[in-house]
């Protein structure tokens, strides 16, 4: 990611050098602010708020567009230039987002072309958000024209923190429009019919193409779509939304504002996009994350968003939305109370974000989210909650020292990676495979889960690129893979590193063609084996391993070419069989799990891999406490981030200082259930824990 230098210096003006990770010069602190949703008085309440609680940081425009073009071409800002310059008198930057991902009504009506068209068939209109067909000229264009206007009326403003381009770029359209452009995109991947018919597997169900305009989106039809079809209709759509972002990115750019581009992805269950191609287009990754479980989960959560964000970022990155006091789980929004509001924001920091940002500032006494939480709530700034808002705002304060990325070397070193792309998440959500029970999701985040519980630094690793920091690898359910991924897990191995592949992975090409003369066919030499049959079991059926491990949701017949096994099934038509397997190759180790671990077995295997690795957690013995450590790097010290989860307080012991209760640590420091701390270390210093 290539970072540009921001115009002049507010006290949160993001000051880069060309090339430099997003280093703010301290954490971003706030959240969406709408004030075309409130009166100007409350405007400056808002700012005399915002002052309390020491945010420095908001975010405008998201879903302006209507205020700031109320009618085509015509072009309302004075409203905007008021509310900057309060928050420039008040020291306060802000992202400026380009509004695209809710066009006005007047657009809708004077472009219904531009409208998307659900996979039904059916169009949708206006009346919700996110209502736009990406591949539409007329969309397109006034969605320039909109980022132009921004960047030539704010884009040298020296309080500019950067861009925030659309807002969880995401719908797909399957109208005529996306028809269009998805041929075009398809005669790029292909170059012929032939080409594509060989790719789909068209001679199955008689789908041959005579022509590209027989070819469509794929709309709602009688039984089972064609799984290539459908792969590469995500894979075009990510493409086409990217294509969208950079046009936005270059118009401002073409105005001549330098200040850094992001745009904010999704987790965790929406993932319309390819991340690392896009990352490559941005200055800095932005991440909205909201969790899905109020239970203990929550925190293993918090790290995995933070760990993929930092990941695709290469560094640094924005947590741009968290939900400030509320986990909405579908029916119902339970509270997020407000100490763990703080534990999660940690949480995040520590893993590379430079900010803590929400949505949203002030709750909404209309719309569609007035139910939302926010950082002032309905009841105002004379409240618990806010309370604790500028409880954060003190903290985020005096931890302002770990803000600055190293000179040199990972933000969080890790020598554990987990291999992440897109394909593999899209490719498990066709259908009729063999278990609809496994979705690339769980499996990766069950991965993730077990190196958290052990407390045990990871990134994610995009496949193609430089591995040779990781001593372990693991690749969950990548299902198709291509011959430069194949050739490079072989090097990966060859070179020394221990890969560890689950079942479903490697079984297919790109277009999702199986390999054939056994599983899994791609990977079949690197790891020594031959699977002649899946065979996923019954729900809630359960399988013992000869380790002790139990097994549920999949099993499969493997014969070891190469390999050693190293697990066996033990009951039924397996028993006997390998479950688990390793061979040796070059300087390196390739290890095939047949099964699907339950997640207390495969924190046993995970963790006992990683210790034969040499791999250690950040501060032994904490996480089985319940405490979490992450250390980050920055220039000159190191910060041990200390979030405890558990129920028994925990005493560490180094020599340093805790940067939020200024307390040193020389002598041991207590952290109670439920607190934090953020430790300043010399890089050399060793962390212990008391025991007591
Ligand atoms: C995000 C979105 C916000 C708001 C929030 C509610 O996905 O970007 O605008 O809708 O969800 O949780």
Known sequence: ???????????????????????????????????????????????????????????????SWSALEPAEGVFETDWLHEVIDLLTDAGIGFFLATPTASPPPWFTLSHPEAMPVTAQGVRLTHGSRDTYAVSAPAYREASRRIARMLAERFGQHPGLSGWHLHNEYGTLDHGPEAARA?????????????????????????????????????????????????????????????????????????????????????????????????????????????????GPDAEAHVAYGSDLARSWSDGPWVLMEQNAAGIALGDRT????????????????????????????????????????????????????????????????????????????????????????????????????PSDAITYSDEVRATHRSFWRAGIPVDFVRPGSDASRYRFLVVPCLYPLSDAQVTWLEQYVDNGGELLVTFLSGISDPSLRIAPDGYPGRLRTLLGVRVEELRPLPAGEEVALSTGAVVEEWTELVDTVDAEPIAQYTHGDL??????????????????????????????????????????????????????????????????????????????????????????????????????????????????????
């Not at 000051?15 to 009166?39: K, R, T, V």
């Not at 005579?210 to 064609?226: K, S, V």
């Not at 806010?386 to 005096?398: K, M, P």
């Not at 699907?596 to 406490?625: K, M, N, Y």
């Open 182 to 294: 998805f041929r075009s995109w398809l005669r790029d991947r292909y170059g012929s019919l032939d080409e594509l018919n060989r790719h789909w597997s068209t001679a199955f169900w008689s789908q041959g193409y005579g022509d590209w305009e027989e070819i469509t989106p794929p709309r709602a039809t009688q039984y089972l779509h064609n799984p290539a079809q459908l792969i590469d209709f995500r894979r075009f759509s990510s493409d086409e939304m990217r294509a969208a972002m950079v046009e936005q990115r270059d118009e401002i750019r073409a105005a001549g504002s330098s200040a850094p581009m992001t745009t904010n992805f999704m987790l965790p269950e929406w993932n319309h996009l390819e991340q690392w191609g896009w990352a490559d287009e941005l200055d800095v990754v932005a991440l909205d994350h909201y969790l899905d479980t109020p």
């Open 575 to 692: 028993c006997g069989l390998p479950a688990i397997t390793r061979v040796a190759r070059g300087a390196g180790h390739a290890v095939y799990l047949s099964a699907r671990l339950r997640q207390e077995s495969r924190d046993a295997f995970l963790a006992d891999t990683a210790q034969r690795l040499g791999i250690l957690p950040t501060l032994p013995g904490a996480a089985v406490r319940g405490l979490e450590a992450v250390r980050r790097r920055s220039s000159g010290a190191d910060h041990v981030f200390l979030l405890h989860h558990g129920t028994e307080s925990v005493t560490v012991r180094g020599e340093g200082r805790d940067l939020i209760s200024g307390r040193d640590t020389a002598q041991g420091l207590d952290i109670e259930p439920g607190g934090w701390a953020v430790l300043a270390l010399s890089p050399a210093e060793v962390l212990e824990i008391v025991e007591g």
């Open 334 to 433: 339970v509270v997020k109370s407000a100490d763990r509001m703080i534990r999660h924001s940690l949480g995040y920091i520590a893993r590379g974000s430079q900010s803590s940002l929400f949505f949203q500032w002030r709750a909404s006494l209309g719309g569609a989210e007035q139910w939302h939480s926010a950082l002032v709530p309905h009841t105002g700034g004379t409240s618990r909650r806010f309370e604790a808002v500028c409880e954060l705002g003190t903290i985020l304060e005096r931890i302002a020292p770990a803000v600055r990325p190293p000179s040199e070397g990972p933000l969080v070193e890790a020598e554990a990676g987990i291999l992440w792309h897109a394909d593999g998440w899209w490719a498990l959500e066709t259908p009729h495979l």
């Open 1 to 63: 990611m290539s970072a540009t230098t921001a115009p002049g210096a507010s006290p949160v003006a993001v000051n880069q050098q060309a090339s430099a990770p997003f280093s703010p010069p301290a954490f971003l602190f706030g959240g969406d602010w709408s004030p075309e949703q409130w009166d100007p008085r409350t405007w400056r309440e808002d700012i005399e708020l915002m002052r309390r609680a020491k945010v420095n940081t908001v975010s405008l425009g998201i879903f």
